[in-house]
């Protein structure tokens, strides 16, 4: 039961180490760095931003209503 528990725990160690270095990696620069291009040519991406432009824009009309009207 000892030999099992050890082999466990040492499977277990490496794991861990090897989880350890696949998130060094993935941290190492800037997260913006490592993004670029992600969405290069998507038309998904280009008609997601043209809609949340088309948002931010309504919230704030361009010509105030006249209080007259």
Do not use: T
């Amino acid at each position: 039961m000892p030999e099992q528990l050890e082999e466990r725990v040492a499977y277990l160690e490496a794991e861990v180490a090897r989880l350890k270095n696949k998130v060094e990696g993935v941290n190492s620069g800037a997260w913006w760095e490592q993004i670029v291009g992600a969405f290069a040519d998507s038309l998904d991406y280009d008609e997601a931003m043209r809609l949340g432009r088309e948002y931010r824009d309504s919230l704030h009309p361009s010509s105030p209503e006249s209080v007259d009207e």
